[in-house]
């Protein structure tokens, strides 16, 4: 069943047990009505017959005047009088007035269930006539108190009818919008994030109303990061595989040309029997194998680098800055890496980031110096590794948004409950990518120094002077 129709059965089960309610205490106030009524009544009756009688004559016709007496009492409302014989026949009675309309014989039997009679013997020298009965009459009071009970029961069903029909429609106004909210979050499981719920509703209603239009937005903003990550993902594999291809195309084929040449040239000397020559150009063809194997190994390094990660932290960066250095000599690349390893996993997101760093360093900053460093401080709760990837290159634009690098790496990052901040480099230009990633429990090894043994540089002897922040 529906709020609202739990609601409104509600108020209209209270309905019922409000006219009982009010029922009781109208039949208690009636009970007690009649009875004051006719007591009242009957006491004044009693009154009136005693002093009346006994001012009759037994010389006088005393019949008339006792029939006279009775009828005084034609058209009263409360009371009834009789003449009764000795033998307790009704010699003469009045003619009590007669209730319009009518109570029902129910409720005169709730309110009235035994009349009130009582029996006014008559003076001494008349005695022998009999005596006076009074009876209450409680038709007219009951009467009066059934058309009043019929107006509070009219008034209440009234109230309550305004009420309800209140009740409905504040209901009405103030739920629709939840059957607004009922569609949008149907449009929501279809994907379409672009729903919005109008919060035009009451306060408390309208928190999950507004809740829902942020919750709305953010999927919709999500759905639009996705897509723009997904055409730069796209973008970057495609530049992953150009790069590749130009390795193999530049490293790769002219070795594999210079092997085929010596190796057809073999042949040719072993004829004319210059051993001497065929051992050179054996030699030669295992120069160029083990050269190929290195730059493979190289390529293998940056598309599989949990394979270095077997070694550490600190040899796979080694490996990195040496496929770097190879191909951008000019650029002086140092690292001061405090551990071997902080444990696989915060070893290959620090990998990842320091990865990525360079690469965004190296192609879009043309940076002269680029300086890595990894520390654990093991005095902070948790025990947190410090990596920093600082160039002195041309910076990040003000008016460019993060790329798929920056997120991908922010992403690893906040995976392992870590954080990341990209922004300038506070001392020279470039930029400064400063990751915080928590280590395992029994990771961090609090005597360990810097061994200096990571350190990279190219043509100069620089330390990677003003890259520090």
């Known amino acids: 069943m529906s709020l609202r129709r739990r609601l409104l059965a509600l108020i209209i089960l209270i309905l019922p047990l409000s006219l009982l309610a009010g029922g009781l205490l109208s039949y208690f106030y009636a009970l007690s009505v009649v009875e004051n009524e006719?007591?009242?009544?009957?006491?004044?009756?009693?009154?009136?017959?005693?002093?009346?009688?006994?001012?009759?004559?037994?010389?006088?016709?005393?019949?008339?005047?006792?029939?006279?007496?009775?009828?005084t009492f034609d058209n009263d409302r409360d009371v009834g009088?009789?003449?009764?014989?000795?033998?307790?026949?009704?010699?003469?009675s009045s003619r009590p007035m007669q209730?319009?309309?009518?109570?029902?014989?129910?409720?005169?039997?709730?309110?009235?269930?035994?009349?009130?009679?009582?029996?006014?013997?008559?003076?001494?020298?008349?005695?022998?006539?009999?005596?006076?009965?009074?009876?209450?009459?409680?038709?007219?009071?009951?009467?009066?108190?059934?058309?009043?009970?019929?107006?509070?029961?009219?008034?209440?069903?009234?109230?309550?009818?305004?009420?309800?029909?209140l009740v409905s429609l504040t209901l009405n106004r103030a739920l629709r919008p939840l059957d607004n909210l009922a569609r949008a979050l149907s449009e929501v499981r279809q994907g379409n994030f672009s729903a919005h719920v109008d919060e035009n509703g009451p306060e408390e209603l309208n928190i999950i109303y507004r809740e829902f239009n942020r919750m709305a937005q953010g999927l919709q903003e999500a759905k639009h990061r996705n897509k723009l990550l997904s055409s730069q993902l796209s973008a970057v594999q495609e530049e992953e595989r150009k790069e590749l291809a130009r390795d193999l195309?530049?490293?790769?084929?002219?070795?594999?040309?210079?092997?085929?040449?010596?190796?057809?040239?073999?042949?040719?000397?072993?004829e004319r029997g210059a051993s001497g020559e065929v051992v050179a150009r054996?030699?030669?063809?295992?120069?160029?194998?083990?050269?190929?194997?290195?730059?493979?190994?190289?390529?293998?390094?940056r598309l599989r680098p949990a394979q270095l990660l077997d070694l550490g932290l600190d040899q796979a960066i080694d490996q990195l800055i040496a496929f770097w250095t190879r191909r951008q000599p000019e650029v002086d690349i140092s690292a001061d890496i405090d551990q071997a390893s902080y444990g696989h996993e915060i070893d290959e997101v620090a990998f990842r980031i320091v990865q990525e760093s360079l690469n965004n360093a190296i192609r879009h900053g043309a940076p002269a110096r680029i300086a890595i460093k990894a520390h654990a401080q093991c005095a902070s709760n948790p025990a947190v590794l410090k990596l920093s990837i600082i160039d002195d290159g041309s910076g990040i634009s003000p008016a460019s948004s993060p790329g798929f690098g920056i997120e991908g790496m922010r992403e690893r990052a906040e995976a392992v409950g870590g954080t990341l901040e990209v922004s300038p480099n506070a001392l020279t230009s470039g930029v400064a990518v400063i990751a915080t990633l928590p280590l395992p429990t029994g990771v961090c090894l609090c005597t360990a120094q810097p061994s200096g043994n990571n350190s990279h540089k190219t043509n100069n002897d620089t330390e990677g002077k003003g890259l520090e922040i």
Request: proline share 7%.
């Open 38 to 71: 006719l007591t009242a009544a009957l006491g004044l009756a009693g009154t009136t017959v005693r002093e009346a009688s006994s001012q009759i004559s037994p010389s006088g016709g005393p019949e008339q005047h006792l029939a006279r007496l009775v009828s």
């Open 282 to 301: 054996a030699g030669a063809i295992r120069q160029s194998i083990a050269h190929m194997q290195g730059h493979v190994r190289a390529i293998l390094g």
């Open 99 to 165: 209730a319009v309309p009518p109570a029902p014989e129910w409720l005169k039997r709730a309110l009235y269930a035994k009349p009130i009679i009582i029996d006014i013997p008559l003076p001494a020298e008349i005695s022998h006539l009999g005596a006076i009965r009074l009876e209450g009459k409680a038709d007219n009071e009951i009467s009066e108190v059934w058309e009043e009970m019929k107006l509070q029961f009219a008034i209440l069903a009234g109230f309550f009818a305004l009420v309800l029909w």
């Open 249 to 270: 195309h530049d490293e790769i084929g002219p070795f594999l040309f210079a092997v085929d040449v010596d190796a057809q040239t073999i042949p040719q000397f072993l």
């Open 81 to 92: 009088v009789s003449l009764v014989a000795p033998d307790g026949s009704v010699l003469r």
